[in-house]
């Protein structure tokens, strides 16, 4: 069974600085996708950034950023120029990608709280 | 499109009432999943849908719980008899395969079980 552990519950940085949240995850696949979803005060999940394990390049979304390690199995997120609006919690997430191209378990981490400073 | 639309937003009910929790995924959209949201078990997947058909219901709690999905637009999650442990965030979700594996979540249920 796929499992995703996030190390830090919680974390805070000071806006405009940078915070990496780590993620690490445990399968024998090789074909699945990487998520980090970002959940504020307001409940609503939102989709941040997506990796799929056959690109070796990392993907970047704006002021977000991962750092892909498929060998080590880790999956961090890299916040730049942190904005009070990034205060939520942050989870990480994995789902293996299928033959047919069907959707499979998404996988949650515990999530990490992130708080942004002023 | 409007999104994935679950209702009610928030329940308060008490022990041992019935609680069914609604969703709308949306249009197009082949998969169907429920998730359960507690501060002490974070995220779990409680079951999914394919055309309408539940393919993993491995995550159910227990026999109190039963989800059903009649038709591509609609599925309900129902709890009997409810219990105070049940009290969590439920979220409904939707993909469609072919988007990189995007899931459309809801806003969520809050249920509060006295």
């Known amino acids: 069974a796929q499992t995703v552990t996030q190390s830090q519950p919680e974390m805070s940085v000071q806006e405009a600085e940078t915070v990496t949240l780590s993620c690490t995850y445990d399968?024998?696949?090789?074909?699945?996708?990487l998520f980090w979803y970002k959940q504020p005060p307001s409940r609503q999940m939102i989709l941040v950034i997506r990796?799929?394990?056959?690109?070796?390049q990392n993907a970047t979304e704006n002021r977000f950023s991962v750092n892909f390690q498929k060998a080590a199995k880790s999956f961090s997120l890299k916040i730049s120029d942190s904005q009070l609006g990034d205060t939520a919690m942050y989870f990480c997430?994995?789902?293996?990608?299928?033959?047919?191209?069907?959707?499979?378990?998404?996988?949650f981490g515990k999530g990490t709280k992130l708080t942004v400073n002023p | 499109d409007a999104g994935v639309i679950q209702s009610p937003r928030h329940e308060v009910t008490e022990m041992g009432q019935e609680v069914t929790l609604r969703c709308k995924p949306i249009?197009?959209?082949?998969?169907l999943f429920w998730y359960r949201q507690t501060m002490m078990r974070g995220l779990e997947l409680l079951i999914y849908?394919?055309?309408?058909?539940?393919?993993?219901d491995s995550g159910m709690p227990e026999d109190r719980f039963s989800a059903k999905m009649p038709n591509a637009s609609f599925s309900t999650l129902k709890i009997q008899p409810s219990e105070p442990r049940d009290s969590a965030v439920y979220f409904c979700?939707?993909?469609?395969?072919?988007?990189?594996?995007?899931?459309?979540f809801g806003s969520g249920t809050q249920l509060s079980v006295l």
């Open positions: 399968t024998s696949e090789s074909n699945y996708y």
């Open positions: 849908f394919n055309n309408n058909v539940p393919i993993d």
């Open positions: 990796q799929e394990a056959y690109k070796q």
């Open positions: 979700a939707s993909s469609k395969p072919g988007t990189n594996e995007k899931l459309f």
């Open positions: 249009s197009g959209h082949d998969y």
């Open positions: 997430a994995f789902i293996l990608s299928t033959p047919q191209g069907g959707s499979e378990k998404l996988v």
